[in-house]
């Protein structure tokens, strides 16, 4: 059972189309990371949000951190072929930062 | 090295045969952590050492799972008597400090598949 839900589980888009992936839980992280994971690879780190309410930008990809600590969203604007993967989102609630993963969105960009 | 490192890439075991996965983590990171990916899945927490210590192996789903890490750089994870339900991903993550505030570099992992 993941303690993150992640949604939606799937999604196909064209290329230059905008996307959001959601991730929601009932508890409260000290912070939430998020990842990409490619086919035969492990999970890469996108970026890490530790304070309620914050947003990050990386190029084309916003991520936001709930007030509450609780959720979080990944957006990515005019989405190429290569954000293609699963995109996890994790979250820490230990002081050793142990982290719960979500089951993950698979995002396919097609040409 | 320049990244977390795991071998074999691929292990194809009997049931009932011991197997050894091995990760190097990145030179000097502290934390280490072992998960376990299903098809289809996100990764499960197995185990968590700092340094040579393991402070939680509340993850491992039996006692025919164990993890070391002596020297506190390579860590092993041992299955014995491996079960078709053994059969995944396994993948080991590092982090200089608290990965929670700052990411963890995973491995590529090791894909454990039980005949």
């Known amino acids: 059972t993941q303690l993150l839900e992640q949604s939606p589980q799937f999604l196909s888009i064209q290329e230059g189309e905008n996307l959001t992936v959601y991730c929601n839980s009932s508890?409260?992280?000290?912070?939430l990371q998020w990842y990409r994971q490619e086919p035969g690879e492990g999970p890469v780190l996108l970026v890490t949000?530790?304070?309620?309410?914050e947003v990050k930008k990386l190029k084309r990809l916003t991520f936001q951190f709930g007030d509450a600590r609780k959720d979080s969203s990944l957006h990515i604007t005019a989405a190429q072929p290569g954000d293609t993967g699963l995109y996890l989102c994790?979250?820490?609630?230990?002081?050793?930062?142990?982290?719960?993963f979500g089951a993950g969105t698979q995002v396919v960009v097609t040409p | 090295g320049a990244g977390v490192s795991q071998s074999p890439r691929y292990k194809v075991a009997k049931r009932g045969q011991d197997v050894a996965l091995r990760c190097d983590p990145i030179?000097?990171?502290?934390?280490l952590f072992w998960y376990q990916q299903a098809l289809g899945q996100g990764p499960e927490f197995l185990t968590y050492?700092?340094?040579?210590?393991?402070?939680?192996k509340s993850g491992l789903p039996s006692d025919r799972f164990f993890a070391e890490r002596p020297e506190g750089s390579v860590s092993t994870l041992k299955i014995q008597r491996t079960q078709q339900e053994d059969s995944a991903v396994y993948l080991c993550?590092?982090?200089?400090?608290?990965?929670?505030?700052?990411?963890?570099?995973f491995g590529s992992g090791t894909r454990l598949t039980v005949v």
């Open positions: 993550a590092s982090s200089r400090r608290d990965g929670s505030n700052y990411g963890y570099t």
């Open positions: 508890s409260v992280f000290s912070s």
């Open positions: 949000v530790v304070t309620g309410g």
């Open positions: 994790a979250g820490s609630t230990d002081s050793w930062g142990k982290l719960q």
């Open positions: 030179s000097g990171h502290v934390s």
């Open positions: 050492f700092q340094n040579e210590a393991q402070l939680d």
